[in-house]
């Protein structure tokens, strides 16, 4: 039998005011996991591929990333394009959570390999609501333990 353990959540978010809702939204829907966030993709392709500044860290393994698509430096698609074309990363789940509901965008992450497409509601209790059920749908996800 495989062996799960509590996931890392890898938020990857440039508004702090949209990180700093959705971690509390994740908390309120009762998500204790460990929530690292970054502010733009190139830094978050260096942390996953232990690149630059991430030279040598220990991960804690498994993750769950949680991507917008409107990034500085690198954008929420290359950072998807990158991580699911390398052996090291391709496994990580990666939920989509922007504001951006155009179908073709939507293909273009499922097609880059996301696995979860969110879109975040402009309202300020419907975004709530929405990062809560989000946080239900985390609370169930396993990820493989690393060996």
């Known amino acids: ?35 690292m966030m970054l502010n733009d993709g190139q830094k978050a392709v260096d942390f996953l591929l ?10 804690p393994a498994p993750m769950v990333m949680l991507l917008d698509l409107n990034l500085p430096v690198l954008d929420g698609y290359q950072v998807l394009k990158i991580i699911k074309n390398d052996e090291r990363t391709k496994q990580i ?32 209790e419907a975004f709530s609501k929405a990062i809560q059920n989000l946080g239900l749908l985390l609370s169930i996800i396993k990820v493989p333990k690393k060996e």
């Open 1 to 35: 039998m495989e062996q799960f353990e509590a996931v890392m959540i890898l938020l990857v978010e440039d508004d702090p005011g949209h990180a700093m809702l959705i971690e509390k939204n994740l908390r309120r829907a009762g998500i204790a996991n460990e929530i």
């Open 93 to 124: 789940p990666v939920v989509i959570l922007t504001t951006t509901d155009n179908p073709a965008e939507v293909a273009k992450c499922y097609e880059l390999g996301c696995n979860v497409y969110v879109t975040k509601p402009v309202e300020y």
């Open 50 to 59: 232990k690149r630059d500044g991430y030279t040598g860290d220990t991960h």
